[in-house]
Nanobody
Framework: VQLQASGGGLVQAGGSLRLSCINS????????MGWFRQAFGKEREFVAA????????YYADSVKGRFTISRDNAKGTVYLQMNSLQPEDTAVYFC?????????????????WGQGTEVTVSS
């Protein structure tokens, strides 16, 4: 499994970004996938997760209603659409994968991590 995240950048408060994460390893195998973020000086925190089928999703309270996670298994890709971004969303965003069909919400649940993509939201 090799995860590569992209789509980060600088955006003004209220703006939107879409992050993408490609699994270039074995996209046909079942994986739960997720997004975490880590702000400078803080611990890595859960953002969103999605089951293999895409039918089950889970969000952190801080992003619920603003962020949407989705996936395209044919492309081996998971997305994170981020709307109404706020300065507190500034962080490095990491995509993750874990073998299995469900979604997972803890850092220690995940087996594979991408390199991270930086999101900066200016006020």
């Amino acid at each position: 499994v090799q995860l590569q995240a992209s789509g980060g950048g600088l955006v003004q408060a209220g703006g939107s970004l879409r992050l993408s994460c490609i699994n270039s390893g074995h996209p046909s195998s079942p994986y739960g996938m997720g997004w975490f973020r880590q702000a400078f000086g803080k611990e890595r925190e859960f953002v969103a997760a999605i089951s293999w089928s895409g039918g089950a999703k889970y969000y952190a309270d801080s992003v619920k209603g603003r962020f949407t996670i989705s996936r395209d298994n044919a492309k081996g890709t998971v997305y994170l659409q981020m709307n109404s971004l706020q300065p507190e969303d500034t962080a490095v965003y990491f995509c993750t994968a874990k073998s299995g069909t469900y979604y997972y919400t803890k850092v220690y649940d995940y087996d594979y991590w991408g390199q991270g993509t930086e999101v900066t939201v200016s006020s």
